[in-house]
């Protein structure tokens, strides 16, 4: 069997991001961050954490609620606990298929 490699960190690349200011247990329905500058649309996903990483995760803004001042409100829950300073990063796409 051969194995394929894709380099997904593309995803990333020139995109914007912010970090957490405290820390954010599993079930959360908002993030306390360093900056919403380029996070103020609630049609975005987000990477919460870094790719490869076992607990990262895509999380998406809330549609009834903007993010505003420092925090980015959720549709959903976080589904992993995640430390202050975890990395969060505006992408394109939370899905990668290779056919």
């Given amino acids: 069997m051969r194995e394929i490699y894709c380099d997904n960190t593309v995803l990333t690349k020139d995109k914007k ?3 957490l200011t405290t820390d954010v247990t599993a079930g959360a329905t ?3 961050v360093q900056s ?3 996070f103020t649309s ?5 990477l919460l954490g870094n790719i490869g990483d076992e607990k990262s995760e895509s999380v998406y ?9 420092t925090t980015i ?6 589904n ?3 430390p202050q300073d975890t990395k ?7 899905n990668i298929v290779v056919s």
């Avoid at 609630?42 to 987000?46: G, K, R």
């Fill in 88 to 94: 969060l990063t505006v992408v394109n796409w939370d």
């Fill in 80 to 82: 992993y606990d995640h």
């Fill in 17 to 19: 991001i912010t970090y």
């Fill in 36 to 38: 919403i500058t380029g």
């Fill in 42 to 46: 609630t049609a975005q996903i987000i």
């Fill in 61 to 69: 803004p809330s549609h009834a609620t903007a993010p505003s001042g």
């Fill in 30 to 32: 908002s993030l306390a």
């Fill in 73 to 78: 409100y959720l549709f959903n829950t976080t």
